[in-house]
């Protein structure tokens, strides 16, 4: 893959809402067997914070399995986790694009990842 190490995945979590839509969609995209994953979502809480807050996030991680759907990219087509994300919390693209939206967004509850 020519490319590789020059797109990869903004994932916005704040605004996560666990739905697993992107699990589900990645392990029949790639027919992968039970307990393998592409993408996980990852759940951090619920607890209570030190300032009497309640934290409960879900977090979508992209495993050693990810391959960035490579074969739908090169047809021109999102990976399937970014197309079937039902919060609209994953975006495709260049990382210096990706780099550039995370910094405008100004958040902490963002994650780049690249393969």
């Known amino acids: 893959m020519a490319d590789k190490g020059k797109y990869?995945?903004?994932i916005d979590y704040e605004y996560c809402s666990g739905c697993h839509a992107c699990e589900v969609a990645c392990?029949?995209?790639h027919a992968m067997s039970k307990?393998?994953?592409g993408i996980r979502?990852?759940?951090d809480g619920p607890r209570k914070n030190s300032n009497g807050r309640w934290e409960y996030e879900h977090v979508p991680l992209p495993t050693s399995l990810c391959d960035l759907c490579v074969k739908r990219v090169s047809k021109g087509k999102l990976p399937t986790c970014v197309h079937h994300c039902q919060a609209g919390v994953m975006v495709y693209g260049r990382l210096e694009?990706?780099?550039a939206k995370a910094q405008k967004a100004g958040k902490?509850?963002?994650a780049i990842f690249a393969r």
Do not use: M, P, W
């Open 8 to 10: 990869g995945l903004f």
């Open 27 to 29: 392990k029949h995209e």
């Open 35 to 37: 307990g393998d994953f």
């Open 41 to 43: 979502i990852l759940q």
């Open 97 to 99: 694009e990706l780099a």
């Open 108 to 110: 902490q509850k963002v």
